[in-house]
């Protein structure tokens, strides 16, 4: 779940082997807005890309390897892995990129330690990376006159040892990447695709707020009319004519109701589009648009605002927006009985938990994940017969408590969700096939693996790999 800076990848087991290149299982938000920005660095040529990455999650920093590599192949650029298994060879591997005329042959060196590498957090290890990034300080200038970049791929701990061990770097203001197992991407559970489901706008007769002048009934119309024809083109998947018809109504007399609605759709359709800048600005328009009012869209419009500023790696803005969609979402499901309202606080705690966790607020993000477990616990406990898509909410709230335990080194705790987790996985893949039901269990599988190899049982590792592998596309 979820933070922007640091750790480690790896290629093959315990030897190197051809990686299925057409395989990209895909990052969550917080891991694609990542690449997004390593990308744009690589093709807007900002200078020398110093950049360093942390992960204990082999899988999602091998995607962040094999991206950056086709990456660099669409860019007629070369890219040189230097990889080894022995604490001994890393810094030989560094002092190696300023001898010989080989390396001229290279725009940019990807530096990490091999996968069969159980720890990387002992003495001979740590210091080994320490010694590494001091000689690529002290030979920075002779660098960076030979390449494009240099990216390390390092431990945890290595965010911390850059501003001593690396002085003339990190004045650079160096790009550093914080990869966590949670950002290999399951399919999101259906309720948590989008803000809430769609509501078709209210009807024409409705009142949508106050407005300075009142307006002729055919200008009242027309508003309410392109507003239903904003949605439909926003559910047929077209942008832009969901955001041009959002901005006339924006230009029209409509009211307050119908301008915040056309904006928080043109803020979703941007979001989609990618461009999350513009994105901010509208849903932010329409929050303040109907600030004082008490609507069932503000819950919707404060999740929308916190996705985007997640997106944008603006986490004290995600955690306000969140903070405030929690709050409705508590009294919603206080003064509405039944599981919708409950559902719709569970995903709140799940988003609320999860930028908490990104800002190392690790007891708060704990506390809000076992409250949205309890709660569809309940929900699944209450049902005759649970739906497939109530199970998949239930074993997502397990592999996030998963996340959060293992960010904080507690494997075993860590484990025993991603237990709990699997059960449900394999249960709906046989029960219910499907792209979504497969991609669950091969994330659920793999950080399971991820979990086994950090522990020590390294045989356990390479059959959950094999298993999540089998259920990879073209598999």
Request: net charge positive; glycine share 6%.
């Amino acid at each position: 779940m979820l933070g922007a800076q640091r750790n480690r990848i790896h290629l093959g087991m315990f030897f190197k082997r051809r990686r299925p290149e057409h395989i990209d299982n895909g990052l969550d938000p917080r891991g694609e807005a990542l690449w997004d920005e390593l990308r744009r660095r690589v093709e807007e040529e900002e200078g020398f890309l110093w950049c360093f990455i942390s992960t204990a999650s082999p899988p999602a920093s091998d995607l962040f390897l094999r991206r950056f590599q086709k990456l660099a192949k669409s860019r007629k650029q070369k890219v040189s892995l230097k990889e080894t298994a022995l604490p001994s060879r890393l810094p030989k591997l560094a002092k190696s990129l300023v001898r010989g005329r080989w390396v001229r042959r290279y725009d940019y060196i990807w530096i990490q330690v091999s996968e069969s590498v159980r720890d990387q957090h002992e003495g001979e290890w740590l210091e080994a990376w320490r010694e590494t990034l001091r000689f690529l300080s002290a030979r920075r200038q002779e660098l960076q006159g030979r390449f494009r970049g240099i990216i390390v791929s390092g431990p945890a701990e290595m965010q911390q040892w850059l501003p001593e061990a690396m002085p003339s770097v990190w004045r650079l203001h160096p790009m550093t990447i914080d990869l966590r197992p949670s950002w290999l991407q399951r399919a999101v559970p259906d309720d948590q695709r989008e803000e809430v489901p769609d509501q078709d706008p209210a009807s024409d007769e409705e009142s949508q707020g106050a407005v300075a002048e009142a307006p002729s009934e055919d200008a009242a119309v027309k508003p309410g009319r392109r507003l239903r024809e904003a949605l439909e083109a926003y559910r047929r998947g077209d942008l832009g004519r969901t955001v041009e018809l959002a901005r006339q109504i924006d230009e029209s007399r409509a009211g307050a109701g119908r301008r915040a609605e056309a904006y928080a759709l043109r803020a979703r359709a941007e979001r989609q589009a990618g461009r999350y800048s513009d994105a901010a600005r509208h849903i932010d328009l329409a929050l303040r648009t109907l600030e004082s009012e008490e609507r069932g869209d503000l819950l919707r419009w404060y999740d929308l605002a916190g996705r985007i500023a997640v997106r944008r790696q603006r986490l004290d803005q995600a955690l306000d927006y969140y903070q405030q969609a929690l709050e409705i979402a508590r009294r919603r499901a206080r003064d509405q009985a039944g599981p919708p309202a409950q559902r719709c606080l569970s995903v709140i705690l799940n988003r609320l938990s999860e930028v908490q966790m990104r800002r190392g607020e690790s007891e708060s993000a704990r506390r809000l994940g076992h409250e949205s477990l309890k709660i569809r616990q309940q929900l699944v406990e209450d049902a005759e017969q649970p739906s497939p898509a109530s199970l998949r909410d239930l074993s997502y709230c397990f592999y996030l408590l998963a996340m959060l335990e293992e960010s904080e080194g507690r494997l075993e705790e860590s484990l025993d969700h991603v237990r709990e987790s699997l059960i449900l996985d394999r249960r709906l893949n046989e029960q219910h096939p499907g792209p979504d039901s497969r991609r669950n269990l091969a994330a659920t599988l793999k950080l399971a693996a991820h979990l086994k190899h950090r522990l020590g049982h390294n045989g356990e590792a390479r059959r959950l790999r094999r298993q999540a592998e089998a259920l990879q596309p073209g598999n």
